[in-house]
T-cell receptor
Framework: NAGVTQTPKFQVLKTGQSMTLQCAQDMNHNSMYWYRQDPGMGLRLIYYSASEGTTDKGEVPNGYNVSRLNKREFSLRLESAAPSQTSVYFC????????FGEGSRLTVL | GQQVMQIPQYQHVQEGEDFTTYCNSSTTLSNIQWYKQRPGGHPVFLIQLVKSGEVKKQKRLTFQFGEAKKNSSLHITATQTTDVGTYFCAGPWNNQGGKLIFGQGTELSVKP
């Protein structure tokens, strides 16, 4: 019972490269979230998925796309990475209280 | 748009001193949650407050939800080194059910 699993944990990209962050949960929750965390900015919501097949923009969606593949999986894609997307990304799930993954640290050079 | 503001951004205390962080929303919240993130870790849920004026306690932690449901506070009595971390409040974005937005957090350091 892993809870929320994110991969990769670390990634370095060059500007313009693309990549996908993967998130899987085994807690059987409908809602899943992607947040980014930057120093002094707290956690900012990128995208939200209320259930399989639905996604909704959060506070900072520009430059990202998401895919809710099934109830368990919610992926975040950067099509053309920019240095401003250097951050720690957290996936979360829950009904009420949120359960977070360990985070993915992304550096864009 | 709706914002959830938290103060202070940093707080340094001597072990045994008290600590308080404040959370203010520009709009009325249906509920508010508090999370703790240890250095290098991920946020962990502490509590949810729903009722106007609600006060809840967890050992040395006291959580309050304002009468107008636009502000909240977390008070820690007699801090310990295990309290080190960043404390976040979070509320529903525009009261849209599941979308949860977070304050900027208060980073607490405790000197032994």
């Amino acid at each position: 019972n892993a809870g929320v699993t994110q991969t990769p944990k670390f990634q370095v990209l060059k500007t313009g490269q693309s990549m996908t962050l993967q998130c899987a949960q085994d807690m059987n929750h409908n809602s899943m979230y992607w947040y980014r965390q930057d120093p002094g900015m707290g956690l900012r919501l990128i995208y939200y998925s209320a259930s399989e097949g639905t996604t909704d923009k959060g506070e900072v969606p520009n430059g990202y796309n998401v895919s809710r593949l099934n109830k368990r999986e919610f992926s975040l894609r950067l099509e053309s990475a920019a240095p401003s997307q250097t951050s720690v990304y957290f996936c979360a799930t829950g009904a009420g209280e949120l359960f977070f993954g360990e985070g993915s640290r992304l550096t864009v050079l | 748009g709706q914002q959830v503001m938290q103060i202070p951004q940093y707080q340094h205390v001597q072990e045994g001193e008290d600590f308080t962080t404040y959370c203010n929303s520009s709009t009325t919240l249906s509920n508010i949650q508090w999370y703790k993130q240890r250095p290098g870790g991920h946020p962990v849920f502490l509590i949810q407050l729903v009722k106007s004026g609600e006060v809840k306690k967890q050992k040395r932690l006291t959580f309050q939800f304002g009468e107008a449901k636009k502000n909240s506070s977390l008070h820690i009595t007699a801090t310990q080194t295990t309290d080190v971390g960043t404390y976040f409040c979070a509320g529903p974005w525009n009261n849209q059910g599941g979308k949860l937005i977070f304050g900027q957090g208060t980073e607490l350091s405790v000197k032994p």
